[in-house]
DNA sequence: TCCCGAAGTTCGATTTAAATG
DNA sequence: GCATTTAAATCGAACTTCGGG
């Protein structure tokens, strides 16, 4: 009778998922056979084939499927990492992601995913659902990213490895991975001084970025050690804006601007790959041909970039290794706790299209 | 081998986390009352207002964080769903993306992001993988999805409530969110038509996606209704692709194909954005003026579609909107644990750009 | 079926120590 | 001691039950 009733108490489960007891109770050995066994845990040398595949085989009938919550909450791992991108719909976000989900699948992690819509509270209420599902990591894509993210650094990220890409934290314990900006933007004005162009202008990005002051330093010192003169009625910026992809628009209207002011440049440097489809638009428009009339540069090379008419001619950033290498870090921090932070700058490439060429010989 | 810290009791946790006991150590309650204060149970009704606040007040002192594994692995609940997609850097995956994840979040969700690489064995993999984290539902974007997924409908999705965007599973409890191809094919075929054209050539998408057939049935019945000849000289196909960003590269080799046979047409329709730029390339390289002596127009509404020169006019699909409808259908059969399956089919939007003109109006 | 709080069971799996022959 | 198996403790929280004012 007692047995009978301890039989009854774990029947029919309504929620028709099948847990190890159910097999145990089907293959008659006990929960923990059943465990060593399907875990091929160190116990499971003492097992004879017998038992291991009558187990095996009443797994597979029952279609069982192990519970990883309750598997997590007693081995403290979950194999999650938290990912905070900060606008999905930027061009630029897509092959971070691509490159972090492909490293991450290799590395057997998966990745709870949280877009901030770069707005600081909707941060902060995401990097607490991720915290409290203990993620193991957490890898934020902080490209044009406005609002501050010094709570990361702050909260309570001495405990969980963390990697930015695209910022660089001056606190806390947190990881970074960003391109060379200084090196990419003195690529992008060395192109165009060594094709010829001497009067460039230049749609710098917002100032909250810390992009824009980058790229700008490294502009600067090549037109120093050069002797290029930046005219600072060519030097226009961009408006700070919480959407990349307004960049667009943004750069129509800068150089329709210019080209009103009839101010003469032959080549133009945009800060970022949208901008420069919008400038190329603008000159477009007012009849001026990119690039016998005009060459254009971008940054970044987004998908749009190579699909535009003329091709546009670009600054390209590693995005896929990009992403690949914050998973790295974070994968390494996980698996060695270590804690100290790590700072990877990657190199920029040039990549040259069709929305550049010489100068024409005589002014515009 | 036993370290210090594992004899005693419960001691100081190496891991940094507070547990509910933790708190109700240092407070001088039972895990019991800490559990029904920070949660406001019922019972909580009896407590007195100065142990609620001492044990809130020990709550945030210690910074105590609910572990979310131990609670679902209890209430059977996570607010977690699963997320397969088959291509992120697919342009027209992320704005259903950002739809899902808006909805996900109003809707207090969080999703496990999962990128099947439009490969069927790790589309499997990754299923288990949710499938064992005990998601409570499973959004599938299946755009541009070139292998089979019958294994949705099989495995065993009697029990968790999912939807497909952009596929619709003759089997299976499976709900689905897709656009109205027919109407919007007609729709896009309608707009040259009213303009005047009445010679048109077709790109047709690769023969195994539905959407290719779904599409063309809408232009043969449009075509059909009023006399308008559809000449097969005119309609190419796009070679099976397990990449839609290939499309592009397709759509200007199809277009100079057409043009090398020296075939007359007005206008084009192609079978999505991507391959509409690329026809759009192979036109303007060709000398073929778009839109005075070739019209094009695409399909989608993805991003790069208004950022070419000229902007394309196209048949955009509600991306953002069928995200959220698919969270609906899932958030609904989760709270109503409903199994019954549901198919939305959304209506398309002729969005009239600059690629799309009269005809001139002596031949080419 | 008032007030206040604690003890004990449960979720599903892993792992230790221990019990059999 | 060895091979074979299992009871019991554990992970962290929630909830049911119970025992004194």
Redesign the interface.
Known sequence: MASAGAQMKRQSRS???VTIRDIAGKAGFSPSTVSIVLNNAPLARYIPAETKERIHKVARQL?Y??????R??RS?R?H?IG?IVFN??D?FC??I??GI??AL?QASY??????A?NDRS?FER?L???????VEGLIVVANWLVVQIDLLADL?NR?IPTAVIGRKLSLGAVSSVMVDNEAGARMAVEHLYSLGHREIAFLRGPKVLVDTGQRWRGIRSFAQSTGLALDPKLILDLPKSFDP?EG?DAGFRLTEELLRRKLHFTALVAFDD?TA??A??AL?VAGVKVPQQCSVIGFDDV??A????PPLTTIRQPMETMGACAVGLVADAIAESQTLPLHRKLAPELVVRQSTTKPATESQ
Do not use: K
Request: net charge neutral.
């Open positions: 929620n028709g998922t279609g499927r192990p519970n990883q919550l309750a997590s909450l403290q979950n999650t990912l999905i719909t061009p897509t092959p992601l691509h989900e492909t699948y998966i990745s709870l995913l949280a877009d819509h909707r995401y607490e659902m991720l915290l409290e599902r203990r309570e405990s992809n667009f949208v489809l919008g190329m638009r477009t998908a749009p190579a699909l535009s008419f």
